[in-house]
C-alpha cells in the first residue's frame, strides 16, 4: 500500500516550484512508494509526478460562502474541507496525509503512517492558549476518507451551527469534530513542531541565540514569518527577531 500525501494550493501566495520542492523532500523522507495529490486552481508549472485535482467551487463550498460571506478567517483554509470529500480519489488506498505547503521536512516520515491507525492524527496546538481555541494543528493532518467520512459530513449536514462553532478555522474543525467521534489522537509533540516556537529562543535570547532543530521533529513548520527561505538568513522583527538558521538550508 503506498504514502498517500496531499497538499492544497489556491491563488499565488505559493509557486508550483514550493509543491515540487515539497514532493521531492517527501521522497527523500519516505522508504515506502509514494503518490502525491495537489489539489489546486493552476497547476501549471507541477512536475509529470505529482497527482493533481482540480479546486473548484464545490455546492459545499458555495453553501459556506453563502452562509457566512464575510467570513475573512478561513477564507482559504476552509477551502481544506474538499480534501475530506470521500470521492475526492476514489482509487486512493488506505490513509493520507494533508500537509501545508509552508512545512520543512527534517526527518523520515514513516513513522507518520504507522502511529495510532485507524484515527484522525493531527499535532498538538502549538500555543498553550489561544483566542481561537482548537485540539490540534492544522498543518499536518493524517485521516483515511474511507473511515473518517464524517469530516466531510458532518459540516455539509450542520453547516451554520458547524461554521460558527469553527470560527473559520479548519483546525478548530477538523480536531473538535474527530474528538467528538471519538477518532482524534495527537502525534508526539515532538514529531512536528514550530519554527517560532520550538526552534527559536524566547525574548529575549532570541536576539543572540541562533535556533535549532528539535532533535526528534520530522516537520518544522512556519505558518507566518519567517518562511523557510528567509529563516535560513535571518529575519528582523524588533525583539522578535531571528537569528541565521543554516540547518534549515539542509532541508530546502
Known amino acids: 500500500m503506498p504514502q498517500n500525501f496531499i497538499c492544497v494550493k489556491w491563488g499565488t501566495l505559493y509557486p508550483c516550484s514550493e509543491v515540487n520542492a515539497l514532493f521531492t523532500a517527501i521522497k527523500r523522507h519516505t522508504k515506502e512508494k509514494t503518490r502525491f495529490f495537489c489539489l489546486t486552481d493552476d497547476a501549471e508549472g507541477l512536475e509529470d509526478w505529482i497527482e493533481t485535482?482540480?479546486?473548484v467551487e464545490t455546492p459545499l463550498q458555495k453553501r459556506i460562502?453563502?452562509?457566512?460571506?464575510?467570513?475573512?478567517?478561513?477564507?482559504?483554509?476552509?477551502?481544506?474541507?474538499?480534501?475530506?470529500?470521500?470521492?475526492?480519489?476514489?482509487?486512493?488506498?488506505?490513509?493520507?496525509?494533508?500537509?501545508?505547503?509552508?512545512?520543512l521536512v527534517t526527518g523520515s516520515l514513516d513513522a507518520l503512517f504507522d502511529f495510532a491507525?485507524?484515527?484522525?492524527?493531527?499535532?498538538?496546538?502549538?500555543?498553550?492558549?489561544?483566542?481561537?481555541?482548537?485540539?490540534?494543528?492544522?498543518?499536518?493532518?493524517?485521516?483515511?476518507?474511507?473511515?473518517?467520512?464524517?469530516?466531510?459530513?458532518?459540516?455539509?449536514?450542520?453547516?451554520?451551527?458547524?461554521?460558527?462553532?469553527?470560527?473559520?478555522?479548519?483546525?478548530?474543525?477538523?480536531?473538535?469534530?474527530?474528538?467528538r467521534h471519538g477518532a482524534l489522537t495527537n502525534f508526539p509533540a515532538d514529531w512536528i513542531v514550530s519554527f517560532l516556537r520550538h526552534c527559536r529562543a524566547k525574548v529575549p535570547l532570541n536576539l543572540f541565540m541562533a535556533?535549532?532543530?528539535?532533535?526528534?521533529?520530522?516537520?518544522?513548520?512556519?505558518?507566518?514569518?519567517?518562511?523557510?527561505?528567509?529563516?535560513?538568513?535571518?529575519?528582523?522583527?524588533?525583539?522578535?527577531?531571528?537569528?541565521?538558521?543554516?540547518w534549515i538550508q539542509d532541508y530546502l
Do not use: W
Open 65 to 103: 460562502a453563502s452562509a457566512q460571506p464575510t467570513l475573512k478567517r478561513g477564507a482559504g483554509a476552509l477551502r481544506k474541507i474538499s480534501v475530506f470529500d470521500p470521492d475526492l480519489i476514489p482509487d486512493l488506498e488506505g490513509p493520507i496525509i494533508c500537509l501545508d505547503i509552508d512545512i
Open 53 to 55: 485535482l482540480p479546486l
Open 211 to 246: 535556533p535549532q532543530k528539535p532533535a526528534n521533529a520530522k516537520i518544522v513548520c512556519f505558518p507566518s514569518k519567517p518562511k523557510a527561505h528567509e529563516a535560513v538568513h535571518g529575519h528582523s522583527a524588533g525583539l522578535k527577531s531571528t537569528r541565521p538558521a543554516p
Open 117 to 179: 491507525p485507524e484515527q484522525v492524527c493531527m499535532p498538538p496546538p502549538f500555543k498553550a492558549k489561544s483566542h481561537i481555541e482548537t485540539k490540534g494543528e492544522g498543518s499536518v493532518i493524517r485521516f483515511d476518507p474511507k473511515l473518517h467520512g464524517f469530516l466531510y459530513h458532518d459540516i455539509a449536514n450542520n453547516l451554520e451551527e458547524t461554521l460558527a462553532f469553527s470560527m473559520g478555522s479548519e483546525q478548530r474543525y477538523t480536531s473538535f469534530t474527530s474528538d
